[in-house]
T-cell receptor, first 112, second 113 residues
Framework: ETGVTQSPTHLIKTRGQQVTLRCSSQ?????VSWYQQALGQGPQFIFQ???????GRGNFPPRFSGLQFPNYSSELNVNALELDDSALYLC???????????FGQGTRLTVV | SQKIEQNSEALNIQEGKTATLTCNYT??????LQWYRQDPGRGPVFLLL?????KEKRKERLKVTFDTTLKQSLFHITASQPADSATYLC????????????FGQGTELSVKP
C-alpha cells in the first residue's frame, strides 16, 4: 500500500459533462502530481502542485484544472468532457521534489 | 524531437532466467531515471531511482544501469519468478522540472514457470 487513495475507482460520464476526481496523499507529502494513462500507454503528466501552488503543467488544455488543499488532499477537474478523455487517471504524491512518487490505484473514467 | 522508448514487444522468459528491459531516450537530459512496476488496473509502484552520476544501482534481485552517453537505461531482474510478471515503466525526471516524470510506454514481462 502506498498510502495514496483515489476516489471514485470507476466513473462513467457523458460527453460535455464535468467531472471531479479526488486524491488523498500521504501525510507530509507536499507534492502531488496527476497523470492520464490511456490503454497500453505510459502515464502522461497533467500537472503538479507543490504546497498548494501549481508547479508545472503538461500538454493538456485549460479545461483540465486542479487544486491542492492543506490537508494533503487534491482534486482534478475536467470540464466539457470529450470521448478521448476516457483513461485511467493517476494521482501521485512525493515528500518533496525529485524523489520517488507514490501512486494511487487510479480512477478509471469512461466518457460516452 | 524528444522521445522515450521501451522494448515495444512483450518479453516472455522462463522462470529462473534474467529479464533485461531497455529504456532509450533522445533529446532529454534527465537528472534521474526511475523504474516502476504496474499490474493491470493498478497504479505504478516505485522500484528504483538512479541519478545521472550513478552507473549502477541494485536492490535485491533488481539492477539498473544508466548510461548518459548512450542515453539508455537497462533494468535487470535476476532469478525471475512468475510473480514478476507485470508491465515495467521507465520514467525520466528532468532538471528544473519539479519532479515531472516523463514515462515510456512500458514493457510487458511474462515469466513462465
Amino acid at each position: 500500500e502506498t498510502g495514496v487513495t483515489q476516489s471514485p475507482t470507476h466513473l462513467i460520464k457523458t460527453r460535455g459533462q464535468q467531472v471531479t476526481l479526488r486524491c488523498s496523499s500521504q501525510s507530509g507529502h507536499n507534492t502531488v502530481s496527476w497523470y492520464q494513462q490511456a490503454l497500453g500507454q505510459g502515464p502522461q503528466f497533467i500537472f503538479q502542485y507543490y504546497r498548494e501552488e501549481e508547479n508545472g503543467r503538461g500538454n493538456f488544455p485549460p479545461r483540465f484544472s486542479g487544486l491542492q488543499f492543506p490537508n494533503y488532499s487534491s482534486e482534478l477537474n475536467v470540464n466539457a468532457l470529450e470521448l478521448d478523455d476516457s483513461a485511467l487517471y493517476l494521482c501521485a504524491s512525493s515528500p518533496t521534489l525529485n524523489t520517488e512518487a507514490f501512486f494511487g490505484q487510479g480512477t478509471r473514467l469512461t466518457v460516452v | 524531437s524528444q522521445k522515450i522508448e521501451q522494448n515495444s514487444e512483450a518479453l516472455n522468459i522462463q522462470e529462473g532466467k534474467t529479464a533485461t528491459l531497455t529504456c532509450n531516450y533522445t533529446n532529454y537530459s534527465p537528472a534521474y531515471l526511475q523504474w516502476y512496476r504496474q499490474d493491470p488496473g493498478r497504479g505504478p509502484v516505485f522500484l528504483l531511482l538512479i541519478r545521472e552520476n550513478e552507473k549502477e544501482k541494485r536492490k535485491e534481485r533488481l539492477k539498473v544501469t544508466f548510461d548518459t552517453t548512450l542515453k539508455q537505461s537497462l533494468f535487470h531482474i535476476t532469478a525471475s519468478q512468475p510473480a514478476d510478471s507485470a508491465t515495467y515503466l521507465c520514467a525520466l525526471d528532468l532538471y528544473n522540472q519539479g519532479g515531472k516524470l516523463i514515462f515510456g510506454q512500458g514493457t510487458e514481462l511474462s515469466v513462465k514457470p
